[in-house]
């Protein structure tokens, strides 16, 4: 996707290891001019209460990890009447050599759920950048009984990619949703953003291309 960009070296290790999602910069000061620079903005939601999400960004910029530990909807026994629904969005900062511009070209998502007989979960995604009204919807269903890992992805063919605008700074946002829904069953069920240890990855992988000449 990027080859040319990559094997020319330009790209350098920006994040070492994961750090805490909130707090994080809301701008760049003094960006490289030849490497791309990822930062996470704001993490925000019910999925995502502070101190329970963090982000790590991969060695050659090309994907950026999110973990959390505490993005979990649940109906039934004693969970509260809004715990069905939870979110989390994310807003980045990207920055990208002279020349270059950006886009999601997929997602993984993983996590486990428990889900009764006559229930369902819903893994839900929307991408988009600031200021444009077009946004990508993605949804993913899973239908009781079921009670395992899950995993989803999203990808996008590369003619159908949403490309940021050209020499322009825009956020990036990414809003996910889990809501279970309780239908005809009993007891309880559960679906998370989460793993048997506490921790789960959410993989965004990035595409890269030459913005058109100038005239």
Sequence with gaps: MAGGLIASGAIAVLFAAAIPAQGAPSSFEDPPPDKIVIKVATVNGSGCPAGTAAVAVSGDNTAFTVTYSDYLAQVGANADPTAFRKNCQLNLLVHVPAGFTYAIASVDYRGFAALQRGASGVERA????????????????????????????????????VWAPCG????????????????????????AMDSTDGDISTIYHMAWQPCPAKK
């Design 126 to 161: 929307s991408y988009y950048f600031q200021g444009s009204p077009s946004t990508v919807f993605r949804t993913h269903t899973y239908n009781g009984p079921y009670n395992d890992n899950w995993q989803a992805t999203d990808a996008t063919d590369w003619a159908q990619l």
């Design 168 to 191: 322009v700074q825009r956020n990036f946002n990414i809003n996910t949703e889990l809501r279970v829904n309780k239908g005809t069953s009993t007891g309880s069920s559960f679906m």
